[in-house]
């Protein structure tokens, strides 16, 4: 694999759209979760969407679901995250990470939103929602 590189923020206003890139190759294949996480300023880092390589199963959180789609493309060498109706709360550092995911459906069900699942991070990409 090589490291990941996450691009594509910006600062947009309220109800507006937003693509995230992440150049990913050698993660496309295999038993990887590929996600997005997301870290506001002074709050914790939470998962926003991650897609399982093995089957192409993807998992959202709560706060996205409906609004954002994550997905591979480019011969599995590019991890998208198409944002749409952005809020002001989506502010945050966006960051794309990498890791080894359980076969199993039910552990991933879990696994997909903890950052101890991945072992490779890219560094960051702001995205700014405006009101």
């Known amino acids: 694999q090589v490291p990941l590189v996450a691009s594509g923020g910006g600062s947009v206003q309220a109800g507006g759209v937003l693509g995230l890139t992440c150049a990913a190759s050698g993660y496309g294949y295999g038993v990887y979760c590929m996600s997005w996480f997301r870290q506001a300023p002074g709050k914790e880092r939470e998962a926003v969407a991650a897609?399982?390589?093995?089957?192409?199963?993807?998992y959202y959180a709560d706060s996205v679901k409906g609004r954002c789609t994550i997905s591979l493309g480019d011969g599995r060498n590019t991890l998208y995250l198409q944002m749409t109706s952005l809020k002001p709360e989506d502010t945050a550092m966006y960051y794309c990470?990498?890791?080894?995911?359980?076969?199993?459906?039910?552990?991933?069900?879990?696994?997909?939103?903890?950052?101890?699942?991945?072992?490779?991070w890219g560094p960051g990409t702001q995205v700014t929602v405006s009101s």
């Open positions: 990470a990498a890791g080894v995911c359980s076969t199993n459906s039910y552990a991933r069900q879990r696994q997909w939103r903890m950052e101890t699942t991945y072992t490779d």
């Open positions: 897609i399982y390589s093995g089957g192409v199963k993807a």
